[in-house]
């Protein structure tokens, strides 16, 4: 088994080393929408990359709808309107908006918009659902989260919340969704740490909310974390809508 992981582990390093660096010169512009990407001998050469690392790493910049292959005419990048939401925190490093795409910040002010609207609506959807002792599992999310405050670890437990919560209402095709959205709300909460904290009202919030839905509030759960999100919001928005 050590021998294993062994030969596995540079192979994947490498692989995400050579997608990161495409990845970057896609959304930074260096090869725009349209154009082809060298051809595969050179790639491999430039990118100091054997070329079955270069080809996964480029399978999966096709699953973000960033390239795709075209018989007779190589990889192609495809526009800035194809890319797939997955894009989002490798802009927010690399990107240089172009005229009539929206700044960075913008971008992270609609993220959050996005991540209200799905948090509220997931929610609304399991609240009813949730069984009398349901929220044991979100209760210690919570904990932890809160101890993890000022870490980056706070974001993943946050997020594990909800999750604990979609979980334990059966609502499957929410938490899955919510499984392939995390690792963009991490990245962007890590860009972010230092501009916002968990409010002061976190575990009190949070708190009262569980209450609400152990005793079948659906409605009072739903809006009471809607207003809580409002609030831990505006203090992005009021830092970084200036620069929107």
């Known amino acids: 088994m050590p021998l294993a992981d062994t030969e596995t582990e540079p192979t994947t390093t490498a692989i995400d080393a050579v997608f990161e660096k495409l990845l970057a010169e896609i959304v930074r512009g260096t090869y725009r929408a349209g154009t082809r990407l060298p051809a595969e001998r050179e790639l491999s050469r430039t990118l100091g990359a054997s070329r079955p690392t270069l080809r996964e790493a480029l399978r999966r910049l096709g699953e973000w709808n960033l390239v795709e292959p075209r018989r007779g005419s190589g990889v192609i990048v495809r526009p800035y309107r194809d890319w797939s939401i997955e894009v989002i925190a490798g802009y927010m490093r690399y990107g240089k908006p172009e005229a009539g795409q929206p700044s960075t910040s913008r971008m ?62 059966q609502f499957t095709p929410g938490l899955w969704i919510l499984n392939q959205l995390a690792h963009i709300y991490f990245d962007l909460a890590s860009s972010l740490r230092l501009v916002v904290r968990p409010p002061d009202d976190y575990v009190q919030t949070h708190s009262k909310f569980f209450d609400l839905l152990e005793s079948g509030d659906a409605a009072g759960a739903s809006q009471l974390m809607a207003e809580y999100l409002d609030r831990h919001d505006a203090q992005i928005t009021a830092v970084l809508g200036p620069m929107a």
């Open 108 to 169: 992270v002010l609609d993220m959050m918009l996005m991540r209200r609207a799905l948090v509220t609506e997931v929610v609304r959807l399991i609240a009813p659902r949730v069984p009398k002792g349901g929220t044991a599992g979100a209760r210690l999310a919570m904990a932890r989260a809160w101890s993890m405050r000022n870490e980056t670890s706070y974001a993943r437990e946050d997020f594990e919340v909800l999750r604990s919560l979609a979980e334990v209402a």
